[in-house]
T-cell receptor
Framework: SQTIHQWPATLVQPVGSPLSLECTVEGTSNPNLYWYRQAAGRGLQLLFY??????ISSEVPQNLSASRPQDRQFILSSKKLLLSDSGFYLC?????????FGEGSRLTVL | AQSVTQPDIHITVSEGASLELRCNYSYGATPYLFWYVQSPGQGLQLLLK??????LVQGIKGFEAEFKRSQSSFNLRKPSVHWSDAAEYFCAVGEDTGFQKLVFGTGTRLLVSP
């Protein structure tokens, strides 16, 4: 069966520090991969998606970036975090249409 | 571009009572429609989906939803709510292009009273 792993689960970082969130999927090949952000009291905002290795599409201009170095690995990064980057980040995958989500990473920027 | 509206931010239902959560979408073609549930601090779990065919779809945990094209709605229902159903519910719409880029509503938080 397919599983998705996301880490770290919780992160507290100072403003201006770098960020790396990692997501891996097991049990499937060539999935579409996604990063969503969920801010307090708001819905889910699509940040990045990828249809293959090295192929990244950005939905929202910001100081975040994403990379897909391997078929089932998706990384969300920032060189310098802002206060507004705080939120709950969710990785997701699909091969058949419906998205399957990881457990999320809660980022607090102080 | 597609969009989703969930008009109710909070809903409180007594345990054992029926539930209906509203979802309206905007999309020019045939939509793919989804309902997800999120417990606090957790990821999202798929409850049910509509791609085509029967407009009444059954999901997990006793939930169902009905696609009404004329009303651009995809409301979620459950005949008898359990305390464990308390969570946040998200409706989402995707494109009928073979690649899913879901747009989510802002969610409805369900509270269940004893």
């Amino acid at each position: 069966s397919q599983t998705i792993h996301q880490w770290p689960a919780t992160l507290v970082q100072p403003v201006g520090s770098p960020l790396s969130l990692e997501c891996t999927v097991e049990g499937t090949s060539n999935p579409n991969l996604y990063w969503y952000r969920q801010a307090a009291g708001r819905g889910l905002q699509l940040l990045f998606y990828s249809v293959g290795i090295g192929q990244i599409s950005s939905e929202v201009p910001q100081n975040l970036s994403a990379s897909r170095p391997q078929d089932r690995q998706f990384i969300l990064s920032s060189k310098k975090l802002l206060l507004s980057d705080s939120g709950f980040y969710l990785c997701a995958w699909t091969v058949t249409g419906e998205l399957f989500f990881g457990e999320g990473s809660r980022l607090t920027v102080l | 571009a597609q969009s989703v509206t969930q008009p109710d931010i909070h809903i409180t239902v007594s345990e054992g009572a029926s539930l209906e959560l509203r979802c309206n979408y905007s999309y020019g073609a045939t939509p793919y429609l989804f309902w997800y549930v999120q417990s606090p601090g957790q990821g999202l779990q798929l409850l049910l989906k509509y791609f085509s065919g029967d407009t009444l779809v059954q999901g997990i945990k006793g939930f169902e939803a009905e696609f009404k094209r004329s009303q651009s709605s995809f409301n979620l229902r459950k005949p008898s709510v359990h305390w464990s159903d308390a969570a946040e519910y998200f409706c989402a719409v995707g494109e009928d292009t073979g690649f899913q880029k879901l747009v989510f509503g802002t969610g409805t938080r369900l509270l269940v009273s004893p």
